[in-house]
Each structure stands twice: as C-alpha cells, then as structure tokens.
C-alpha cells in the first residue's frame, strides 16, 4: 500500500542536543510538507518542499531546517531543541502544490528533557 | 489575516445521535476546504470540497460547502464510539497550503 512513513515514532532528546526526523512516502508526490502540532493545538506548517525547492515559513524559528535528498525522503532537523519544541511532528505530501488533500504520516512524538 | 474557526469545540454524544460540526472561514483565495478526522495520531483524510452546495459523502459521513456564506458542515449520522476523535477543518490557497481551524473533539458515549 502506497503510504507515508515517518520514523521514529517516538522520539526523546535532551535540551540542547541535536535530533533528526524521517519521513519517506512511496506514492510519488511531488510535495513534502513539515507539520508542528502541540497538545490541543492545530497543526501548523513549517515548511514544504515541491520537487527540490524549500519553501519555508516565515515564522518557523532558524532553529528547523529540512532537507529532501530525493522525491521519497525529507528529513526535519532541529539543531538545538529546546523544552517548547515538544510536540508531535507531522509530515504530509501532495500530488503538487494545488487545493488537493495532503495525506499525514503517523508522526513523531519529541519529548525533550 | 486569514482564519478557520470552528465550532462546537468540543461535543459529547450518546450513540446513534447525529451530530452536525461547523466550520467557517476567511481566507483570500480560496481553493478548497479539507474535512480530516484525528485520533491519536496524524489526521486522516476525509473529505475535499471545491463547489457550493455538492454533498460528499461516504458512509455515515457527509459534508457540504456554501461559498458564498464562507462555511461548510460535516454531518455523522448514527454514531458510534469509534467516531470519537478530534475533527479537523483545513482551508487550501492556491499553493496548497493548509490553514487549520482548532478542532472539534467528539466524544461518542455507548
């Protein structure tokens, strides 16, 4: 089944200490998009890849970056997390970058002590 | 500065209730509005509206788009406790980004 996959699920770090998130799709989407959402929150977009190029947003800290070696995988760096980048991490992609329907990942719960 | 409110927040129901969950927006350019549904884990898609006044539906589960009074509603018909979850409402731009509205948490009781 063509899907989204995001390792690990669960993720723990320390204050400070860098952390890298996978995701990798198998239904050959042009698009990649980072995801943050915190308890009770709605998602809220970090940046996106369309091919190679990275969008991101304009209110996502330097402290995330991503990349995207090729169409099936994008990674979320965080270079030095902090105790507010607790959350879960969601990665989605799109056929493009049109109004069709982004399909999630399982995500990645960062707990950081 | 655009948004997607909904509404109730939060609803408890019995099962076999219908329920009815409210989404409005305001956002420039307007492409699609999104329908997922959350557990506990990453949204699921449900449903993608483009044109007012077209029911989706599969299943228990419809929804409708009014463009021109910037809403849209997601109807469960006789629900069941494994319609409890959070119920998210998205609003697409022309470059694809999602805006989120807060969620509506369901909770269907047996």
């Known amino acids: 089944d063509a899907m989204v996959i995001q390792n690990p699920r669960y993720q723990v770090t320390q204050f400070g200490k860098p952390v890298t998130l996978s995701c990798s799709q198998t239904l050959n989407h042009n698009v990649m998009y980072w995801y943050q959402q915190k308890s009770s929150q709605a998602p809220k977009l970090l940046f996106h890849y369309y091919d190679k190029d990275f969008n991101n947003e304009a209110d996502t800290p330097d402290n995330f970056q991503s990349r995207r070696p090729n169409t099936s995988f994008c990674f979320l760096d965080i270079r030095s997390p902090g105790l507010g980048d607790a959350a879960m991490y969601l990665c989605?992609?799109?056929?493009?970058?049109?109004?069709?329907?982004?399909?999630f990942g399982p995500g990645t719960r960062l707990l950081v002590l | 500065e655009d948004k997607v409110v909904q509404s109730p927040l939060s609803l408890v129901v019995h099962e076999g209730d219908t329920v009815t969950l409210n989404c409005s927006y305001e956002?420039?350019?307007?492409?699609?509005l999104l329908w997922y549904k959350q557990e506990k884990k990453a949204p699921t898609f449900l449903f993608m509206l483009t044109s007012s006044g077209i029911e989706k539906k599969s299943g228990r589960l419809s929804s409708i788009l009014d463009k021109k009074e910037l809403f849209s509603i997601l109807n469960i018909t006789a629900t069941q406790t494994g319609d409890s979850a959070i119920y998210l409402c998205?609003?697409?731009?022309?470059?694809?980004?999602?805006?989120f509205g807060q969620g509506t948490t369901l909770q269907v009781k047996p």
């Open positions: 998205a609003v697409a731009g022309p470059t694809g980004k999602l805006i």
């Open positions: 989605a992609t799109s056929r493009n970058t049109g109004p069709g329907p982004q399909y």
């Open positions: 956002v420039t350019n307007f492409r699609s």
